[in-house]
């Protein structure tokens, strides 16, 4: 990662004052360059595309959400990785976020090895070693462990739905849903929501 983080920047736009001072001297005590922006509008004024590592963008801002600046950076080929930073309850717009090519997405604060990950696979991204993209046939292997249920929860699991609408719409209990999603991570040897959407575009 050093090699192709060498010479450039994270970025980090997000109007908490408190998120963008705690992530950056989180990463500058890895060695990481930092350049923080309060907007949307002000990052994208002072980005230089060139230098980008990644990006990390709040999901919610005033002006521009983090959903228009990602679109915004594909539309003039701003090929930084975009890492989605969200509060809780903003999982189905981190999911689309996804799919239009997102990284990854963190619920907020966020661990350190989740925000050291998500630089690792921007990182990867722009050597163009898509580590985080497994080939099609092992995803077909993995897929093909799942019950008929367990593959209707992760259907609706990576549309962005919660245990508890999950729940609603296949008419089983909550906790059900839960047993079913952990069997799904351990079944498609996934960390998380955020690598089963990775299996699942």
């Not at 717009?93 to 966020?110: H, Q, R, S, T, Y």
């Not at 995803?139 to 962005?160: I, M, N, P, Q, Y």
């Not at 609408?165 to 906790?175: C, D, K, N, P, Y």
């Amino acid at each position: 990662m050093r090699e192709a983080a060498s010479g450039k920047v994270v970025y980090i736009v997000d109007d908490e004052m408190s998120v963008r001072h705690s992530l950056g001297a989180l990463l500058s005590a890895h060695g990481f360059q930092t350049e923080a922006f309060p907007s949307a509008e002000s990052f994208l004024e002072a980005v230089e595309a060139d230098k980008g590592l990644c990006a990390f963008i709040d999901l919610r801002m005033p002006g521009l959400s983090g959903m228009e600046l990602q679109k915004i950076m594909s539309e003039r080929a701003i090929g930084i990785p975009v890492v989605i930073l969200t509060g809780h309850g903003d999982v189905p717009l981190a999911v689309e976020a996804m799919k239009n090519g997102a990284v990854d997405f963190i619920e907020k604060p966020g661990s350190e090895e989740q925000l050291l990950g998500a630089i690792r696979a921007s990182a990867d991204q722009l050597a163009n070693r898509p580590s985080s993209k497994l080939p099609p046939h092992i995803v077909s292997e993995r897929l093909a462990r799942l019950t008929g249920r367990e593959r209707e929860v992760l259907d609706h699991l990576v549309l962005g739905m919660t245990n508890k609408h999950i729940a609603v719409e296949l008419g089983i209990s909550q906790r059900t849903v839960e047993i079913h999603r952990a069997r799904i991570r351990e079944k498609l040897e996934a960390r998380g929501l955020a690598d089963l959407i990775r299996m699942m575009r």
